[in-house]
């Protein structure tokens, strides 16, 4: 269902200007949500984990309560912002923990005039927009998208926990190497490849062949599991939703949505799912065979999936959230997430406070590391226990 516009508020920007006033349409159920993903256009802005295909998959996914927002400055177009409740009374994008570089959906024109209407409004129509949810959690949300700025980062918006580490791919492969360290990253990988090399019939797959993506996802389902249990860290590609969205996605989504692995004798033993939108390849996740780890495969894998990035003119390569050495071994840009969140009830407004607070507190951890190569260390062992 559809509700009715609920809030129409106002604010006077400057002295001189006239007040701004911002409009808020609740949009709720599977059926209405599946008609506001379609209505997405390509002129419009919209990052890969608002792209259709992405939204459409897990709007499919059993369990999902979409609650999507349409926000509109006067006189202007919609801004949409595509949530989903959750068990606990938050509302936050579609996706949640898979969503890792948000940004709302619609034209610059209509994104630049809410901005305009500021925070204040905004929330004020918001909170009085009737909406089932204690609190929005509008996490992992890009400042800025294809010349956009994000009208739902406020001043009061905070730095998310992790940052995401990329490379612009400027020239030929050989002109990326030289760049982030080629004449040591060619040694190593041959190195690695010789053992590989004695094992057995290496091959590269860019991308992986839709009719065999059931198999490449269960098995990265099957290594992901192994690696967090060993580290001690939640499963989060464990849960069935979760398996039925993403298999959803790669086998529909091609071209932007696509796996690529490497294996062995035909064995599979490193794979990565990779969102290709405008001239961004990201990384989304990937996982190896720990049993060949001598010979770096999930090293290998990217090597080769750099190189097919720039034979394919991809302009940025992306390593995704999470700071890891062999990401800080190609990438020297830094992108800072912001949360925002928003309370809507008491108990929501408490949740939003907490909330805030603990992505300041574990940004902090994560920016010490001493104190966060701690923290890891005891998590595994814990999971030894």
Not at 54 to 77: K, N, Q
Not at 314 to 334: H, L
Request: net charge positive; charged share 20%.
């Amino acid at each position: 269902m559809v509700d009715a516009t609920s809030y129409m508020g106002s604010v006077r920007p400057a002295s001189d200007a006239q007040p701004i006033g911002v409009s808020v349409d609740v949009i709720t159920g599977v059926a209405a949500a599946r008609s506001s993903v379609a209505a997405i256009t390509p002129d419009m802005v919209f990052t890969g984990y608002q792209h259709p295909a992405f939204l459409s998959a897990w709007v499919g996914t059993a369990g999902c309560d979409p609650m999507f927002l349409s926000i509109s400055a006067a006189g202007h177009g919609p801004v949409l912002l595509p949530l989903e409740r959750c068990e606990n009374g938050v509302a936050g994008y579609c996706g949640g923990r898979h969503a890792n570089g948000n940004f709302p959906v619609g034209q610059r024109d209509d994104m630049a005039a809410l901005s305009r209407a500021g925070e204040t409004v905004i929330k004020a129509a918001i909170k009085a927009a009737g909406i089932s949810a204690n609190s929005l959690f509008l996490e992992r949300q890009h400042v800025q998208w294809d010349g956009a700025a994000n009208p739902f980062v406020f001043g009061s918006s905070v730095a998310s926990p992790n940052i995401a580490l990329s490379f612009a791919i400027n020239g030929d492969f050989n002109t990326v190497l030289k760049t982030h360290g080629g004449k040591s990253k060619r040694k190593k990988i041959r190195s690695y490849r010789r053992k590989l090399d004695a094992d057995g019939t290496v091959e590269f797959l860019h991308p992986v062949p839709s009719d065999q993506v059931p198999r490449f996802l269960d098995r990265f389902f099957m290594l992901k599991a192994e690696r967090f249990r060993q580290a001690g860290i939640a499963n989060v590609f464990g849960d069935d939703r979760t398996k039925a969205f993403l298999l959803d996605l790669f086998s529909k989504g091609a071209p932007d949505h696509t796996l690529h692995g490497l294996t062995l004798d035909g064995e599979i033993i490193a794979v990565i799912g990779c969102t290709n939108h405008g001239g961004r390849l990201t990384v989304e996740f990937g996982s190896f065979d720990a049993r060949h780890a001598q010979a770096r495969p999930g090293e290998q894998l990217f090597f080769s999936a750099v190189a097919h990035a720039c034979e394919t003119g991809v302009g940025v390569f992306d390593f995704g959230i999470g700071d890891e050495p062999y990401k800080r071994s190609w990438c020297d840009i830094e992108t800072v997430h912001m949360d925002t969140v928003i309370g809507l009830t008491l108990s929501g407004k408490a949740r939003a406070f907490a909330q805030t607070n603990r992505s300041r507190a574990v940004r902090t951890i994560k920016s010490n590391d001493r104190v966060w190569s701690a923290v890891k260390s005891l998590r595994r062992a814990m999971a030894r226990r």
